[in-house]
């Protein structure tokens, strides 16, 4: 069972609702939450709860070991999805994981400057020595790989140290794959990703997005009835 991990924070707590009930109507992947404050109306056998003042490594690394089980998903509360997820090819890329050893990760669309080695008819490879081979997108990780990493980088803050990130999955030998499927091209960066259809990402330096998402997000701010001049758009 894949489960799904979703780091947050109470200064987007506008965002949980529309965040959780599009989970829910998209996919039956069991959801868990980390936050600094209790998400009202979730689970809260389902709450990891930190002090802001606790390393952003630690955090996940603690909420992984609880939640995440073998394979878990890494999200943000502004990976808000828009269409059902494909459960079935979910499975597959866990089963993939499984028998692939080497491999401790599996991004849910291509991101950044990827080639084409291709392993399955959707999936391809993102060596170890890649500049890309980090992303916080949707991505489905090896627990146990992702806690190394954690542990590796010691990162305090969200973003902090993003460098340290890919050049220490670089030490560690650390390498991956991309979901591809000819989605459409999202942005300058990115693609869509038709096994897990999320908005990546909804909020750009606390903003809307509306300028790559547009038609998703009215569609969904409006039936939120959520004021966009509250944060704003780009």
Same mark, same amino acid.
């Given at each position: 069972? @894949?489960?799904?991990? @979703? *780091? ?5 707590? $506008? @965002?949980?609702?529309i965040?959780i009930e ?6 039956? %992947? ?5 936050? $600094?404050? +209790?998400?009202?109306?979730? #689970?809260?056998?389902?709450?990891l709860? *930190?002090?802001?003042? &606790? ?8 909420? @992984? ?7 878990? +998903? ?6 808000? %999805?828009? #269409?059902?997820?494909?459960e ?18 599996v991004? %849910? ?5 990827? *080639? ?28 146990? $790989?992702?806690i190394?990493l ?8 969200? %973003?902090?140290t993003?460098?340290?990130y890919?050049?220490?999955? +670089? ?20 693609? #869509? ?15 809307? &997005?509306?300028k ?5 997000l ?6 939120y009835?959520? $004021? +966009?001049n509250?944060?704003?758009?780009i």
């Amino acid at each position: 069972m @894949v489960t799904q991990i @979703v *780091y947050t924070n109470s200064n987007c707590s $506008d @965002v949980w609702k529309i965040f959780i009930e599009e989970n829910r109507k998209h996919t039956t %992947l069991p959801l868990y939450i980390t936050s $600094d404050k +209790i998400v009202e109306n979730f #689970d809260e056998k389902k709450q990891l709860i *930190y002090d802001n003042k &606790d390393p952003y490594y630690l955090v996940w690394a603690k909420a @992984v070991e609880k939640f995440g089980g073998e394979y878990f +998903i890494y999200l943000q509360e502004d990976f808000i %999805l828009y #269409d059902k997820v494909n459960e079935e090819k979910i499975n597959e890329y866990a089963q993939f994981l499984q028998t692939h050893p080497e491999y401790s990760f599996v991004r %849910l669309l291509k991101s950044g400057n990827l *080639y084409n080695k291709q392993l399955l008819p959707t999936l391809y490879e993102i060596e170890s020595t890649n500049l890309n081979v980090f992303a916080m997108q949707a991505t489905i990780w090896k627990s146990v $790989d992702y806690i190394r990493l954690m542990n590796y980088v010691k990162s305090n803050g969200w %973003l902090e140290t993003d460098a340290d990130y890919r050049s220490k999955m +670089i030490s560690l030998n650390m390498m991956g794959a991309y979901h591809y499927d000819n989605e459409n091209k999202r942005g300058g960066s990115h693609y #869509d990703s038709n096994v897990y259809p999320y908005i990546a990402t909804a909020l750009v330096r606390g903003k809307w &997005d509306m300028k790559e998402y547009g038609n998703e997000l009215n569609k969904i701010l409006n039936e939120y009835k959520i $004021d +966009i001049n509250k944060r704003g758009i780009i």
